[in-house]
T-cell receptor, first 111, second 115 residues
Framework: NAGVMQNPRHLVRRRGQEARLRCSPM?????VYWYRQLPEEGLKFMVYLQKENIIDESGMPKERFSAEFPKEGPSILRIQQVVRGDSAAYFCASSGVDTQYFGPGTRLTVL | DQQVKQNSPSLSVQEGRISILNCDYTNSMFDYFLWYKKYPAEGPTFLISISSIKDKNEDGRFTVFLNKSAKHLSLHIVPSQPGDSAVYFC??????????????FGKGTLLTVNP
């Protein structure tokens, strides 16, 4: 039973480029969450999605960031025109009814 | 405003002894608490959780205690093993403004278990 999958594990982008982070939830899970961890910080909630619906995006920056969880395929976190401050570890989690299980994360580095 | 606080950035214990990791919270709407363990370059791994209707939950070597009146919880690991060395995150979830799924994390405590 595969856990939460994220790819790529490491992503390097230059300022102004786009970053696309993918997350496949655990089998049977229909809830996906994205969190961001800055250096020396805890994880911060960004967005909660169910299939084809954004339930709560209160933690997402207002500009440049978007997320989707289509009917088919993985959830995508998209960051347009990346800046150095976007460098962080981005974790996806999925859940059934209760506990959230996390993927290994994508480490984004913006040069 | 840090709603979940882990005031000890690090903790060092001897193998076989008890490790006690502490966590304080400020939001009285939190009603479910979780502990995650994280190794470098990996995602957080769920360890144990507790609902606010309980004051203790035990799973093998791990026990979580909740003191609602003090808004404090602790994770006890006994006996501690070198493989327990990792960063431990306390997280809370609550029915606050309809958000009963969003996890609020502390900054973590680095536990080192010395052989």
């Amino acid at each position: 039973n595969a856990g939460v999958m994220q790819n790529p594990r490491h992503l390097v982008r230059r300022r102004g480029q786009e970053a696309r982070l993918r997350c496949s939830p655990m089998k049977g899970h229909s809830h996906v969450y994205w969190y961001r961890q800055l250096p020396e910080e805890g994880l911060k909630f960004m967005v909660y999605l169910q299939k084809e619906n954004i339930i709560d995006e209160s933690g997402m920056p207002k500009e440049r960031f978007s997320a989707e969880f289509p009917k088919e395929g993985p959830s995508i976190l998209r960051i347009q025109q990346v800046v150095r401050g976007d460098s962080a570890a981005y974790f996806c989690a999925s859940s059934g009814v209760d506990t959230q299980y996390f993927g290994p994360g994508t480490r984004l580095t913006v040069l | 405003d840090q709603q979940v606080k882990q005031n000890s950035p690090s903790l060092s214990v001897q193998e076989g002894r008890i490790s006690i990791l502490n966590c304080d919270y400020t939001n009285s709407m939190f009603d479910y608490f979780l502990w995650y363990k994280k190794y470098p370059a990996e995602g957080p791994t769920f360890l144990i959780s507790i609902s606010s209707i309980k004051d203790k939950n035990e799973d093998g070597r791990f026990t979580v205690f909740l003191n609602k009146s003090a808004k404090h919880l602790s994770l006890h690991i006994v006996p501690s093993q070198p493989g327990d060395s990792a960063v431990y995150f306390c997280a809370a979830r609550g029915n606050s403004g309809g958000s009963n799924y969003k996890l609020t994390f502390g900054k973590g405590t680095l536990l080192t278990v010395n052989p």
